[in-house]
């Protein structure tokens, strides 16, 4: 095996990121983005003791706007960022831990709308390039924790 250090993962992943409070993430793992990017919506940075933070909800799931997370980091970034669609965008960046079945490393994070896009998290290859390596040909191999980690929808009944 010419990499016996690193772990295999899918070209998806089901992350947890604990320092936020979201403890299930569908993510697409992407060797084309050099950072990752984490759905995130009503952004407001503020200061603390001289620190700039940033105030922010996430949706964690997909088609789930009933399940909102709302966090608080330390800023430490502003990066221009170029989409695949081309377009560019200034954007926060944060640092936190991600879980990926029993590891956990810290990451960077930069903050943007993704409610457009399939994935809620893509993860870059600043993010994996030491720790992990990718098997297109895979999905989920450490394993599924979607919804079960989060309140089921109720249905309401109607009356009549």
């Not at 800023?75 to 221009?80: F, L, M, N, S, Y």
Request: charged share 30%; proline share 6%.
């Amino acid at each position: 095996m010419p990499y016996p250090n690193k772990t295999i993962i899918g070209w998806r992943e089901w992350l947890t990121l604990p320092d936020l409070g979201i403890k299930a993430i569908k993510a697409k793992i992407d060797t084309g983005a050099r950072t990752s990017a984490l759905h995130a919506f009503d952004l407001e940075p503020f200061e603390r003791g001289g620190i700039l933070k940033v105030k922010f909800g996430v949706h964690p799931l997909q088609r789930r706007k009933d399940i909102e997370i709302h966090c608080v980091a330390d800023v430490v970034d502003r990066r221009r960022v170029t989409s695949s669609d081309g377009k560019s965008e200034k954007r926060f960046v944060i640092r936190t831990s991600v879980e990926l079945g029993e590891f956990r490393w810290p990451i960077e994070l930069t903050l943007t709308s993704r409610k457009a896009m399939r994935f809620r998290m893509l993860l870059g290859r600043a993010a994996i390039s030491h720790h992990l390596m990718i098997d297109p040909a895979k999905s989920y191999m450490s394993g599924r924790r979607p919804a079960k980690q989060y309140p089921k929808l109720r249905k309401k009944k109607l009356k009549g």
